[in-house]
């Protein structure tokens, strides 16, 4: 990103756009007109203040097509290297791009290459459009922000198993409606949100192996008459293989759709993790504390420390998932081909982007330096209500049909609490008769915990057996 990490969104840079410097009277297409755009019809046309964050990968995509063109026999040596040269400097590129002059990226390289070089710079868009060039840019672009994505949530899952271990033997009370349901421990919602974003970590992957496919070549909806080499193109940019058909390479944007959807699971996945984290961490609860460098203070109380970077992280989740309606409703009801509204299609892929690789650095932070405080979790245990289930599943161990286990536990509950008695006051002789003659030993967190060691379950064992499972799918540092 570094000198083009603007935001996104806005629709022009205000004030750097006047309505009548950068018209198209000079335009790279302006042969077949008598007269340039109207200054408000060109200000509309312009993406230049979005889409330069697209210089790096439309220089490199300029790279393959000269070497195309050179090895196609329309550019000689001489030629070939001149271009070549100019176009690998990129530092030399990155602020000439003017967006008072040019309407975007494409147009301002090729503009500035033929100022340096003259009829060479003019030979440069031989065999290709901006239409396929475009979607080169962009896959390239979302393929490597897509890369360092998946590294950062790679960091984030390590973070959170490492976690998960730390509190496989702390116990807590789990919920459901936000109301006590069963003993869990920290360790085992930790590695809950692990597994979870393990599958986001494999469709990050998936969706690159679909999206690296070069439309180098494609031209404007017909690929051309030169005799370029696609496949050599596609090589030559790391892609894995050159586009099946042209007008689908021009046409389609489901490889930003579907980034943007997986953008928006993770968001989603993210969320959740920080509104868990955000009330574990609510004074009421007080399960763990955050730790400073991850919270906010109050302009005006002075007792506040808020867990921004947590609320941030949920608040986040709704652009991605936004940014998946904007392009499905911008593509659906286009016919194939190229049309201006696909020029719509980039800032809500930067946006996704740009949020992922915000988002995932600041909460793996707040994971790792989270405080867990586990007395106090230990101390929310004396909720007799988490070991219900238990009671009525030793009932079902003791012979009993579970729904008549679960109605006789429920009346044994409010039995108690009609006589403001609670199960720990329950006799030896009261248990035998409810028929779990070691109740009373069941009311223990600690019990209750190592009792539910199936696959997948909470107890300590099972928990450190699904950090091992996660771990292992894990790529290697
Ligand atoms: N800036 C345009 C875009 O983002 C480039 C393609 C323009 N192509 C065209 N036929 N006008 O889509």
Redesign the pocket.
């Known amino acids: 990103m570094g000198a083009f990490d603007e935001g996104v969104g806005s629709q022009t840079e205000a004030g750097t756009v006047s309505s009548g410097e950068g018209s198209d009277e000079d335009a790279l297409w302006s042969g077949r007109f008598s007269k340039p755009a109207a200054p408000e019809a060109h200000r509309m046309g312009v ?1 230049l203040h979005f ?1 330069r964050r697209l210089v790096l990968q439309d220089l490199r995509a300029s790279v393959a097509h000269v070497e195309a063109l050179r090895d196609a026999g329309l550019l000689s040596e001489t030629e070939a290297s001149g271009l070549l040269d100019e176009l690998r400097d990129e530092p030399s590129w990155l602020d000439v791009i003017d967006v008072a002059r040019d ?2 990226v ?1 147009m301002a390289i090729e503009r500035e290459l033929t100022e340096r070089l003259g009829e060479a710079g003019a030979k440069l868009h031989a065999g290709r ?3 396929d060039l ?1 979607v080169t840019d962009y896959r390239l672009w979302l393929l490597e922000e897509g890369a360092q994505a998946k590294d950062k949530l790679v960091a984030l899952v390590r973070g959170l198993t490492q976690r998960a271990l730390e509190g496989a033997e702390h116990v807590m009370p789990g919920f459901t409606h936000n109301r006590p349901a069963q003993v869990v421990t920290a360790g085992y919602v930790l590695v809950a949100h692990a597994v979870a974003l393990m599958r986001d970590i494999e469709r990050l992957d998936q969706w690159a192996t679909r999206t690296s496919v070069s439309p180098l070549g494609a031209g ?1 909806i017909a690929t051309s008459t030169l005799g370029l080499d696609a496949a050599a193109t596609a090589e030559r940019l790391g892609f894995a293989k050159p586009f099946d058909n042209a007008l689908d390479a021009v046409s389609d944007r489901d490889f930003a759709i579907e980034f943007c959807s997986v953008a928006a699971i993770l968001g989603m996945h993210l969320s959740r993790l920080a509104a868990d984290l955000a009330r574990w961490s609510e004074p009421a609860f007080g399960f763990v504390e955050i730790d400073e460098a991850f919270s906010t203070g109050s302009s005006m109380m002075p007792q506040k420390r808020n867990p921004d970077v947590l609320e941030l992280t949920r608040g986040k989740a709704a652009r991605s998932a936004g940014d998946v309606v904007t392009l499905l409703t911008l593509t659906s009801a286009l016919p194939s081909g ?1 049309h ?1 509204d ?2 719509e299609d ?1 800032e809500p892929g930067f946006d996704a982007a740009e949020t992922m690789n915000l988002v995932l650095p600041a909460l793996t932070g707040c994971v790792a330096t989270l405080r867990f405080v586990p007395e106090v979790m230990r101390a929310a245990m004396a909720d007799e209500d988490l070991y219900a289930t238990d009671l009525a599943e030793s009932l079902v161990v003791a012979g009993a049909p579970f729904r008549e286990a679960h109605r006789r536990t429920g009346e044994l509950l409010k039995d108690l609490s009609g006589r403001g008695r609670a199960l720990r006051d329950l006799s030896d002789e009261e248990w035998e008769a409810f028929g779990v003659p070691d109740g009373a030993a069941l009311l223990d967190p600690d019990v209750s915990i190592r009792a539910r060691s199936m696959a997948g379950g909470p107890s300590p064992e099972s928990v450190r057996t699904q950090v091992a499972a996660v771990e292992a799918r894990l790529p290697a540092t």
């Open positions: 993406s889409d309407e975007d494409h459009s901006r239409n475009v404007a190229y201006r696909l020029q980039k």
